[in-house]
């Protein structure tokens, strides 16, 4: 599978994320894998406008759209405590919700200056859109975020991010969130490219040995992933690689992601990230 999603996609970085490799709770053991968990959803939309308002109560002002997707989750508190800490800096959704905004507005006061020295009003008219989504694969708990802005340029910037959480959790007690590194062999980094590059040509069409850099991509030898997931289908799995604009091709190729089939892989595999492949 070679996906290519033409969207305004260049990364733009709004808050710094704390990533964990594990997260501390209140262990429950097997009993995560029973507990149902639900998503619902929260969302927060607010207009900003640029200060000062120079006509008819700011309507002729620049402005910024700000749209929060977000998700509260309930049925497993430990799981939820877990996500909270990754995906919201250790806050429930309406708190992350309020700082990220109030951070946003800041950001865009700041400019108010550069606005009134221009005077190009189109150039100042921002947008935010942050959508965290959900899905269940059993014993895997996964989120995609989506973060979406404009802040003058040619196009806007959007990047994918992939969360993948084990609600059993390592050691069978505590929920925790996955790193790649917990999946893959510490030796088996180079071959793991080595399968990535080779999945990636079939997905493209190409030979064995065609050189990705005259099809599309900037390099023969792909970088390593920032973004993975755990996919299934039917009865088979296996672990997707996901590529932002700008990482391994142009930004006019959009997102790359392509899927390795867990008989490819299981050779780099950890015990743990066959086990989490298998249930």
């Not at 002729?60 to 998700?71: E, G």
């Amino acid at each position: 599978m070679f996906i290519i999603v033409m969207k305004n996609t260049a990364f733009f970085s709004i808050l710094p994320l704390i990533l964990l490799s594990a997260c501390q709770n209140v262990p429950q053991g097997a009993a995560n894998l029973k507990t149902h968990t639900t998503y619902a959803p929260h969302a927060r939309e607010k207009t900003v406008f640029l200060p000062p308002d120079k006509a008819d109560e700011g309507e002729n002002n620049p402005s910024m759209k700000i749209s929060l997707n977000l998700l509260e989750i309930a049925g497993n508190d430990s799981l939820r405590d877990c996500m909270y800490r990754v995906l919201y800096e250790n806050s429930p959704p309406a708190m992350y919700g309020d700082n990220l905004i109030a951070a946003l507005e800041e950001r865009y006061a700041a400019s108010a200056g550069v606005w009134e020295e221009s005077g190009a009003a189109s150039s100042f008219n921002w947008e935010y859109i942050e959508t965290v989504e959900a899905s269940d694969l059993g014993r895997v708990a996964q989120i995609k975020r989506t973060r979406y802005e404009f802040a003058g340029g040619a196009h806007g910037s959007q990047t994918e991010e992939f969360f993948v959480f084990d609600k059993a959790g390592a050691d069978g007690e505590t929920p925790n969130y996955v790193l790649l590194d917990d999946i893959i062999l510490p030796d088996a980094q180079t071959a793991l490219l080595r399968i990535i590059e080779s999945q990636l040509r079939r997905d493209a069409g190409l030979s064995e040995d065609a050189p990705l850099s005259g099809n599309g991509f900037f390099d023969d030898a792909v970088k390593s992933p920032s973004q993975f997931f755990i996919a299934r289908e039917g009865a088979s799995s296996g672990v997707g690689f996901h590529w932002n604009p700008y990482e391994i091709a142009p930004y006019v190729r959009g997102y790359v992601e392509t899927v390795v089939p867990y008989e490819a892989i299981q050779d780099t595999l950890t015990d743990y990230g066959k086990e989490l492949l298998r249930q």
